[in-house]
């Protein structure tokens, strides 16, 4: 039984993987997949990759795009979700704040540096006509923190997944005053260098299950339900969101990586560009 260690964020983009994990399917292949829940997210995993905490990430796009040209040893094997995050601006509900044109210059909340909720915050800033380099950030950490720094002012708006907070939103916590998606495929799969050299079967073999799985996913008897009991959300919130994902099997394309690096290159959040193969190996 070979050890594949593997981390996401506790959100429901990532319920394939815990199904085919109780199902014993990597286990039928003698592999034994290892999950860890990374709830600060995509900055979080970019440092778990590098330091061998973990071997494989399911990580947003513009985050691992970034950090492995600024030299992460991992390459992007697949897209795993195809459509847009759709990324929630919220403030505090009793925040003054009304539209997103009030909430320029103001202090926005991050889970870390380097996360995505820290590049979508230039990419809305740029979305918004406003200057980039004006942007102030105060490190949450989580979910939690976030509500913590929104709630006692010490940061003005949190950008975070519009599903996983709109419980929040429900509750009277937070105020939702726009959506901003991403302008390209949400997560990818990355893998170490190291673990794809020495193990390249082993991560197609963990690629063809997880694709069999999200292949038939939204066919699984009651699987709105299971995801609204999983996840804390509302039935008809999850009907919603899975009308609006698309889940990948395929590689990412030079073109949308393209497209990715230019604007992480245009807002300044990379210095350089790396080429197709420094970034996207193919298995």
Same mark, same amino acid.
């Given at each position: 039984?070979?050890?594949?260690?593997?981390?996401?964020?506790?959100?429901?983009?990532?319920?394939?993987?815990?199904?085919?994990?109780?199902?014993?399917?990597?286990?039928?292949?003698?592999?034994?997949?290892?999950?860890?829940?990374?709830?600060?997210?995509?900055?979080?995993?970019?440092?778990?990759?590098?330091?061998?905490?973990?071997?494989?990430?399911?990580?947003?796009?513009?985050?691992?795009?970034?950090?492995?040209?600024?030299?992460?040893?991992?390459?992007?094997?697949?897209?795993?979700?195809?459509?847009?995050?759709?990324?929630?601006?919220?403030?505090?509900?009793?925040?003054?704040?009304?539209?997103?044109?009030?909430?320029?210059?103001?202090?926005?909340?991050?889970?870390?540096?380097?996360?995505?909720?820290?590049?979508?915050?230039?990419?809305?800033?740029?979305?918004?006509?406003?200057?980039?380099?004006?942007?102030?950030?105060?490190?949450?950490?989580?979910?939690?923190?976030?509500?913590?720094?929104?709630?006692?002012? $010490?940061?003005?708006?949190?950008?975070?997944?519009?599903?996983? $907070?709109?419980?929040?939103?429900?509750?009277?916590?937070?105020?939702?005053?726009?959506?901003?998606?991403?302008?390209?495929?949400?997560?990818?799969?990355?893998?170490?260098?190291?673990?794809?050299?020495?193990?390249?079967?082993?991560?197609?073999?963990?690629?063809?299950?997880?694709?069999?799985?999200?292949?038939?996913?939204?066919?699984?008897?009651?699987?709105?339900? $299971?995801?609204?009991?999983?996840?804390?959300?509302? $039935?008809?919130?999850?009907?919603?969101?899975?009308?609006?994902?698309?889940?990948?099997?395929?590689?990412?394309?030079?073109?949308?990586?393209?497209?990715?690096?230019?604007?992480?290159?245009?807002?300044?959040?990379?210095?350089?560009?790396?080429?197709?193969?420094?970034?996207?190996?193919?298995?």
């Amino acid at each position: 039984m070979k050890t594949i260690k593997i981390a996401g964020v506790p959100e429901h983009f990532n319920l394939p993987w815990h199904l085919a994990i109780k199902n014993g399917d990597f286990e039928k292949e003698n592999i034994d997949l290892q999950w860890t829940d990374v709830p600060e997210g995509t900055g979080k995993m970019c440092q778990m990759l590098r330091n061998g905490e973990t071997d494989i990430a399911v990580i947003l796009t513009e985050g691992i795009v970034k950090d492995i040209t600024a030299g992460n040893p991992s390459k992007i094997v697949q897209v795993y979700v195809e459509s847009p995050l759709i990324w929630g601006i919220h403030v505090a509900a009793s925040s003054s704040f009304e539209t997103i044109d009030d909430l320029e210059n103001k202090k926005i909340a991050i889970s870390r540096l380097g996360s995505g909720s820290q590049l979508m915050a230039y990419v809305n800033a740029n979305k918004q006509g406003w200057k980039t380099d004006n942007l102030h950030f105060e490190i949450v950490n989580t979910i939690d923190g976030a509500v913590q720094a929104l709630t006692n002012g $010490t940061a003005d708006y949190f950008m975070w997944e519009h599903f996983m $907070t709109k419980p929040l939103v429900d509750q009277g916590i937070f105020r939702r005053v726009a959506d901003c998606p991403t302008p390209w495929p949400c997560f990818v799969i990355a893998v170490s260098d190291e673990i794809l050299e020495k193990q390249p079967t082993i991560i197609a073999t963990i690629l063809k299950i997880i694709n069999k799985t999200t292949q038939d996913f939204k066919s699984i008897p009651s699987v709105e339900e $299971t995801l609204a009991s999983k996840y804390s959300q509302k $039935t008809e919130d999850i009907r919603e969101w899975l009308t609006l994902t698309q889940w990948s099997q395929n590689s990412l394309s030079e073109e949308m990586l393209n497209k990715v690096q230019n604007q992480l290159f245009e807002l300044k959040i990379i210095d350089k560009k790396g080429t197709f193969e420094d970034i996207v190996k193919v298995v």
